[in-house]
């Protein structure tokens, strides 16, 4: 039984930083991918980074490119989400994530997505 626990969202000024964490539970394919999506008010849900776990590469979303970090601890099976300068539309709920296939992460609005955490929520304020 595969389980996302997210966690870390918050209230923050633009420019500041937040770290998101993810403690994933029974997710074993090793041609998978783990990582993020968030959906903003009236917006559809959209992917922001993820690890393919075949060979631990990390991707992004072009607007988050340079902003935000994600990174794993496999010893604590957690997946965090470093974002750093963070903008006002970088508001929305984040949702952890997994798919059993990586070439599935990108599909449109998370069709492609197996798993999900319960959201938490980012506010940036200007």
């Known amino acids: 039984d595969v389980q996302l626990q997210a966690s870390g969202g918050g209230l923050v000024l633009a420019g500041g930083s937040l770290r998101l964490s993810c403690a994933a539970s029974g997710f074993t394919s090793d041609d998978g991918a783990i990582g993020w999506f968030r959906q903003a008010p009236g917006k559809e849900r959209e992917g922001v980074a993820c690890?393919?776990?075949?060979?631990?590469?990390?991707h992004y979303a072009d607007s988050v490119k340079g902003r935000f970090t994600i990174s794993s601890d496999n010893a604590k099976n957690t997946v965090y989400l470093q974002m750093n300068s963070l903008r006002p539309e970088d508001t929305a709920v984040y949702y952890c994530?997994?798919?059993?296939?990586?070439?599935?992460?990108?599909?449109?609005?998370?069709?492609?997505?197996?798993?999900w955490g319960k959201g938490t929520l980012v506010t940036v304020s200007s």
């Open positions: 690890i393919k776990r075949s060979d631990d590469s990390a």
């Open positions: 994530a997994a798919s059993v296939n990586w070439v599935l992460w990108g599909a449109v609005a998370g069709k492609g997505i197996d798993y």
